[in-house]
């Protein structure tokens, strides 16, 4: 994929140098050109370059003043490659997260070093993308929740329940069962695993592989065989949940057993 660039320079032979420049290196696209600070806010906005070379002096609207007036608008910002005939402006290039800084005349060494940096940031910023999109796609596939709400098919209707009311939610020959103070019914997740991925962590406990349970809904801690023990819950049955082996040291250090 080729880095979409936009060239902005008072100077016309200045923009066609570095456009002669550019176009030895096949993975850069100039998409466009501007004479000043203006047009490079507007161009920036229409075009939306992946990369812009803004030379800091402009009569108007300098560089500087194009990166506060876009910020202004609220409009996404590119990378910078700042250019100038001067160097006294490199330390506020930098400070405003410019890439880099080229002098006048820019040499293509100096420019190929100024396109790695590009090169790198761009592929940075698209695998984090990437993986932004994955966990948006994983969100879109999860079975509805709606603010801290779980959807729960009881007597033919869909009900949301807060998720602090469920006392606990088992799951037998696929079919995941919610248990909430006033109501038992049918979950509409695949699995518990999704279920409790909906859920807050630091409440919802999985027990045991068939059950997780809300621990501020445990009633009652009862002993039970081989040092283990069966949790008496909230809810109307006040039903009885075996902790596995594998838990029981967690119960003990979450209750101070």
Known sequence: MKISALIVDDEQPARDELAFLLRGFPDVAVVGQGRNGIE????????????????????????????????????????????????????????????????????????????????????????????????????????????????????????LVDASDIVYASIQDGIINIVTIQIEGQSNFRTLEDLQGALDSRIFWRIRRSHLINVNRIKEVMPWFKSSYQLKMGDRKQTEIPVSRNQTRKLRELLNL
Do not use: C, H, W
């Open 40 to 159: 490079a806010v507007n161009l920036i906005r229409e075009l939306s370059p992946q990369l812009v070379f803004l030379d800091v002096e402009m009569p108007g609207l300098d560089g500087f003043g194009v990166i506060k007036r876009l910020l202004e608008r609220k409009i996404t910002l590119p990378f910078f490659v700042f250019s100038t005939a001067y160097d006294q402006y490199a330390v506020r290039a930098f400070e405003v997260n410019a890439l880099d800084y080229l002098l006048k005349p820019i040499g293509k060494s100096r420019l190929e070093t100024a396109l790695d940096r590009v090169r790198r940031l761009i592929e940075e910023s698209q695998s984090a993308s990437q993986k932004l999109d994955r966990l948006v796609q994983m969100m879109a596939e999860r079975p509805p929740s709606t603010s801290g709400k779980i959807v729960v098919k009881t007597n033919g209707r869909l009900v």
